[in-house]
């Protein structure tokens, strides 16, 4: 277990990581392979790298790099990138498939859509991922079924059915949803395309992390074309861990020995990786209850097996925060100082930013500030992995000023 510190409304786990653990499904050679599928896809592009120069300067950082991923194809989020890499893994293997060169383009060929055209994919989702699972099944010519956990924001459901998703709210909390959507795939011979992972469920998880790990390097190309170096700090927010594990997986292949300090980030209603981390025992711990929180893609109580391992191994810090940190990211992104470009990001999105602030202006996280060596020399990325996706929401927290 590494040096706990126990602040006002934030609590961090600093340790050392084990910096010899390289996951191999997150290799360069694998990544650039996702990288050539989504560029097949029609409406692919990279979504815009925000340089926050005049924010960077009032923290004492160096820079401050923002992913903006409300560009992705349309959807307003990242989600789509694993989703539709693991749908086509799953149909490529099924059919004997290989997608080759011409990546997502052979599901337009009509032999192919015929014998996929039965399929049904299921998922549990708190938004952005079923959403992006009804549109990658639409794209692809296949069903889909997503089931949302109760409390669900009734604008996330009805964009999720306007993909042509049977979209419905469960009684259930997130976790159970999950595990409402596994029985309903073995009941009725759909397929779970879950991202999240147990024993005996990791294949189609693992394809979803691979899925994410483009973002990262269009992010990676944009700085080198930019002049940015490499990153030194990256804050990546989790709720069962996929993408935050596809982002710390990644960089530590990519940088090896010279690679950034990686902070995770969760609610603290939801932190179920940073109990994880504090417990110290090595495994996954859940937490339990209605997982409240205003960051509804990050209401995860149980760690995600695949992503527990490479963030156990590699993350220097993990964060637990209120609800209050990502209303700060928020206001923070969309009014931005200076000439700095505003960024419409959601509220599982902002978490990162709002964190960031407050280790840098606040004087009872400075030793927090320390342990992670933030400081003008800093070069910090950032990924607002969600739009306004909850459009009421956002413009509520937007209107409440004061920062």
């Known amino acids: 277990m590494g040096q706990i510190h126990t602040l006002i409304g934030i609590d961090a786990v600093v340790q050392t990581p084990m910096s010899e653990h390289y996951p191999e499904f997150l290799d360069e050679s694998r990544v650039d392979a996702v990288s050539g599928f989504h560029r097949s896809m029609e409406g692919y592009a990279p979504t815009p790298l925000v340089f926050l120069d005049a924010m960077a300067q009032k923290l004492g950082l160096g820079k401050i790099l923002v992913k903006d991923e409300s560009h992705r194809f349309g959807l307003n989020a990242f989600k789509a990138l694993g989703a539709s890499y693991a749908m086509a893994r799953f149909i490529e293997d099924r059919l004997e498939l290989t997608l080759g060169k011409s990546g997502f383009r052979r599901f337009s060929e009509p032999q192919i859509r015929r014998q996929i055209e039965d399929i049904t994919f299921v998922t549990a989702t708190d938004g952005n991922h079923g959403r992006a699972v009804a549109w990658a099944a639409s794209k692809i010519g296949c069903r889909s079924v997503v089931l949302m956990p109760k409390g669900s924001s009734r604008a996330r459901l009805a964009a999720i059915a306007d993909e042509g998703a049977q979209a419905a709210i469960t009684a259930f909390n997130y976790d159970d949803t999950v595990r409402h959507a596994a029985e309903m795939a073995r009941v009725r011979g759909w397929v779970l395309l879950q991202d999240t992972a147990w024993p005996g469920y990791t294949r189609i998880p693992t ?14 190309d944009q700085m080198d074309k930019a002049g940015a170096g490499r990153p030194t700090h990256v804050f990546v927010q989790a709720g069962v861990g996929s993408f935050a594990s596809a982002v710390v997986g990644f960089l530590a292949n990519r940088f090896k020995g010279r690679r950034p300090k990686m902070v995770v980030v969760e609610p603290e209603r939801a932190a179920c990786f940073f109990r994880s981390a504090t417990v110290g025992d090595g495994r996954p711990h859940g937490v339990t209850g209605d997982l409240d929180t205003i960051m509804a893609g990050l209401a995860c109580g149980e760690p995600s097996m695949v992503a527990w391992e490479i ?75 969600e739009g306004d996706t909850d459009p009421e929401s956002y413009q509520r927290i937007l209107a409440r000023r004061g920062i």
């Open 311 to 385: 963030l156990r191994d590699l993350a220097d810090a993990f964060v637990s925060c209120p609800g209050a940190v990502s209303e700060t990211g928020l206001r923070l992104l969309a009014e931005p100082l200076g000439r700095d470009s505003p960024v419409v990001s959601g509220e599982s999105g902002s978490v990162g930013m709002g964190l960031l602030h407050d280790i840098m202006t606040r004087r009872e996280l400075e030793t927090l500030r320390a342990a992670l060596a933030l400081d003008e020399g800093s070069v910090v990325l950032l990924f607002s992995t």
């Open 207 to 220: 394809w979803i992390t691979q899925g994410y790990t483009t973002l990262v390097t269009e992010a990676l």
